[in-house]
């Protein structure tokens, strides 16, 4: 006698959606990066995928426990569908997290006052005092900088520290001398594909140079805490290079008085 063993269709149907949901999340992250279809269509597509990652884990989880009473056949398509979900709810729940970690700050400045002028024609989004000292608050490093080394020499080490990160400079005044100030635009690309504008006045005194910096998002969707953070990492590599500098700079001989 040959026993017929079946199939759950839970499991095939939880395969199904979860091969579905992988291209649908992963092909418009590279297609935005490329600027080939507008944010706006991105999160309607990203929408609509992690909606068919859910029903895939779900399916997942009921075939998941109608195999076990059952004894139908379908764990190799159940456990693929539920790793395809994962693959695709993980990297949203982070993002969630991080939207809830840190505050909304579409533009972050270390200059509330005078922050350095943008070349992209987006609305100024600084927020009211009490948004502005919960920004301040999540990102204590990003506060303007006071080196006593001249315009030009700071200038040339921010320069460098944003050509490393390979930003797309459109915009560069550079001082000529100590007294001038000096400035550099350049638009980031996220890691989902949204812009984000960056500017840094590099601007010389008496005392020395003044570095204030500004991220602003170009698009109106949560910046994940990315403008802050990338204010943050940037000022704290430039102190490192200049504090790098001084210890590296020639020291004046003592005037001889005898």
Avoid at 42 to 63: K, P, Q, S, W
Wanted: with cysteine; glycine share 6%.
């Amino acid at each position: 006698m040959r026993i017929l063993v079946r199939t759950s269709k839970w499991a095939v149907w939880a395969r199904r959606f979860g091969a579905l949901a992988l291209p649908l999340a992963a092909i418009p992250v590279l297609l935005h990066r490329l600027h080939i279809i507008t944010s706006e269509n991105f999160i309607d597509v990203e929408a609509v995928a992690l909606g068919v990652a859910a029903l895939a884990l779900v399916c997942a989880i009921v075939a998941f426990v109608r195999l076990w009473f059952t004894g139908d056949q379908g764990w190799g398509k159940a456990s693929l569908a539920l790793l395809f979900s994962i693959l695709c709810l993980l990297p949203a729940a982070f993002f969630a997290w991080e939207t809830f970690h840190y505050p909304e700050a579409a533009d972050v400045t270390t200059d509330f006052v005078n922050p350095p002028m943008l070349v992209s024609f987006v609305p100024q989004q600084f927020s009211g005092p009490a948004e502005r000292q919960r920004i301040e608050a999540a990102f204590p490093n990003a506060r303007s900088r006071n080196y006593p080394i001249a315009a030009p020499q700071i200038f040339d080490v921010v320069a460098g520290l944003v050509d490393d990160r390979e930003w797309e400079v459109r915009a560069r005044r550079v001082p000529s001398t100590q007294f001038e100030s000096g400035q550099i635009n350049a638009v980031v690309t996220t890691l989902l594909g949204f812009r984000q504008e960056v500017a840094i006045r590099i601007a010389g005194g008496v005392d020395g140079t003044t570095v204030a910096m500004r991220s602003t998002s170009l698009a109106s969707f949560p910046d994940f805490g990315e403008n802050g953070r990338r204010v943050e990492a940037f000022l704290l590599d430039l102190d490192a290079q200049v504090t790098q500098l001084l210890r590296n700079a020639p020291t004046q001989p003592a005037p001889d008085t005898n």
